[in-house]
């Protein structure tokens, strides 16, 4: 694979947009029916309109919110401790300081990295 195919998480994300958008539709909608007062086809009709509203604005919103990220977003291993992670840019944990090395450099005459 080369560094410009995408990752099948990065396929995945415009369908996991639009199932977060329509589990809102449907909560929405499911709202409405329960809480507007029965009134025969009104009630139904209302509820699909409210639903429909709701998909298209939730959709406006995430796929925004998706592009504020932009593609230089740094996102952190699963298990990666965020303190960790080199200011250099790579994005990789640090290694500890091996205290055996620190003693090696004092033996040597030079000073242990802070």
Same mark, same amino acid.
Request: overall charge positive.
């Given at each position: 694979m080369s560094a410009r195919d995408p990752r099948r998480r990065d396929l995945t994300r415009p369908i996991e947009l639009l199932g977060m958008a329509a589990v809102f539709a449907v909560f929405v909608g499911g709202m409405v029916i329960l809480f507007t007062r029965p009134v &025969?086809?009104?009630?139904?009709?209302?509820? *699909?309109? &409210?639903?429909? /509203?709701?998909?298209?604005?939730? *959709?406006? /919103?995430?796929?925004?919110?998706?592009? &504020?990220l932009g593609k230089d977003a740094v996102r952190p291993l699963d298990g990666a401790d965020p303190d960790a992670l080199e200011d250099a840019g790579e994005g990789g944990p640090t290694e500890a300081p091996d205290a055996e090395a620190d003693a090696d450099r004092a033996d040597e005459g030079r000073e242990p990295p802070a």
């Open positions: &025969s086809t009104r009630q139904w009709v209302f509820a *699909l309109v &409210s639903a429909g /509203v709701t998909f298209i604005v939730a *959709l406006v /919103v995430l796929a925004m919110l998706v592009l &504020s």
